[in-house]
């Protein structure tokens, strides 16, 4: 018959999963290494990197939209803290807690692009992470965004009205350049169409 785990035996797991090697907590429950693993997929804490409350090279990497190497370069060579765990039995994995991130990322804004982070997704996300995400989506600028068919009928309206290529540009938050060309565009295309 199996050996049913007591209350104090699962609270002692909860707390400890992630933060200890599965062996240690086995010790320390008495109890075989496979015994532990099978509780804790029963408690649905088998994911052990998971139960840390901190955040892998790769998660953070995921997050941040950059390339695992970029987290890994930042913690070794400009100072952002991490922690290396084995919270299993074999791997090991680097953990970065949250808030020492975005510690870091303060003091390394020109690092971080800002505009790349879902709000808050990496939770507490700092009041001043709102302001430079917008504030770089502000200056960043320079990116394609493909026209909609109601942009082009509202360039072609408001040409034909008198309007201005920058008031246009405004209204429709693109430069006055693209509008212009746009606009030049769409009246050859409609040229070309009618001959």
């Not at 199996?2 to 429950?29: D, M, R, Y």
């Not at 680097?94 to 003091?107: K, R």
């Not at 320079?142 to 026209?147: E, H, I, K, V």
Request: hydrophobic share 35%; net charge positive.
């Amino acid at each position: 018959m199996a050996n049913v785990w007591s209350c104090e035996e699962n609270e002692f797991l909860l707390e400890h999963v992630g933060v200890l090697k599965v062996e240690t907590i086995a010790k320390k429950l008495n109890r075989p290494v496979g015994g532990v693993l099978k509780q804790m997929r029963l408690l649905n804490i088998s994911i052990t990197r998971k139960q840390t409350g901190l955040l892998t090279m790769g998660e953070l990497a995921k997050l941040l939209g950059v390339d695992r190497k970029t987290v890994e370069n930042w913690c070794h060579n400009h100072d952002l803290s991490f922690t290396k765990k084995k919270t299993r039995q074999i791997k090991t994995y680097y953990f970065i807690d949250s808030l020492q991130f975005w510690q870091w990322a303060y003091e390394h804004q020109e690092r971080v692009d800002f505009t790349k982070i879902e709000p808050n997704s990496i939770p507490p996300e700092p009041e001043w992470v709102d302001t430079l995400r917008f504030k770089k989506k502000k200056i960043k600028g320079n990116y394609y965004r493909p026209w909609t068919t109601k942009e082009e009928e509202l360039v072609i309206q408001l040409r034909e009205k008198g309007t201005n290529y920058q008031e246009i540009a405004k209204k429709i938050n693109r430069t006055s350049m693209s509008v212009e060309k746009k606009y030049k565009r769409l009246v050859n295309e409609t040229i070309q169409n009618i001959s």
